[in-house]
């Protein structure tokens, strides 16, 4: 049984508080998973730590530095069509979660874009312990159904690098359709989708 809120217009955080969460989901048997937008100056040293490591190479930053990885969020942070959030569970920060609007990216040249498309992008933390089955599965649906608590999304995209099967095969678990693959500067990637509709047949 799970119990969900959203809140559009998030406060920024309070020195003496944690920062209003975007959306909270209450999982029996998981915990509490809050998204909450990242804080550039605050986040930047937790975020640097997982972007560099080996694991998150598709990631894309493995060689930059923690005053880069700042201002790097610092400049999302900017822009109203893109946004990164963290991601907790019981109050730990477990993953990284990048919403952005297609035609306002660059893979929106990469493909025809979707009036209610929403691009998505997540990266999980390293485990703290043993991995726990069903963990990022977890993840995935509380993410799934906060980019698509807001009506106007459609469709969720993502595009990882296409060399990375694990992700593109957890998508598909998820039931993520897929697309073809494209080419972007950085990258080969392999596009995936997700409609409101799909969900709603999945139950």
Excluded at 107 to 132: K, R, S, T
């Amino acid at each position: 049984m799970t119990s969900e809120s959203t809140a559009q217009s998030p406060a920024r955080q309070d020195a003496a508080r944690p920062r209003e969460a975007v959306f909270e989901k209450v999982v029996d048997g998981f915990g509490t998973v809050r998204i909450v937008p990242v804080d550039p100056a605050a986040d930047a040293g937790l975020i640097h730590g997982w972007v560099t490591e080996e694991r998150a190479r598709y990631w894309g930053m493995t060689d930059h530095s923690r005053e880069q990885v700042q201002e790097m969020y610092e400049y999302l942070d900017s822009l109203t069509t893109h946004h990164a959030f963290l991601v907790e569970r019981d109050g730990e920060p477990v993953a990284l979660f990048q919403t952005y609007e297609p035609d306002a990216d660059p893979v929106g040249e990469c493909y025809d874009v979707q009036p209610g498309d929403l691009g998505v992008h997540l990266l999980i933390g390293p485990a703290n312990g043993a991995p726990q089955r069903g963990f990022t599965g977890e993840l995935l649906r509380a993410f799934i159904a906060y980019a698509l608590s807001d009506p106007a999304h459609r469709r969720i995209v993502v595009e990882p690098d296409a060399r990375n099967t694990k992700a593109i095969e957890r998508m598909v678990r998820a039931g993520f359709v897929l697309g073809p693959e494209i080419d972007k500067p950085e990258k080969r990637a392999r596009l995936a989708f997700l409609s409101r509709d799909a969900m709603a047949r999945r139950g």
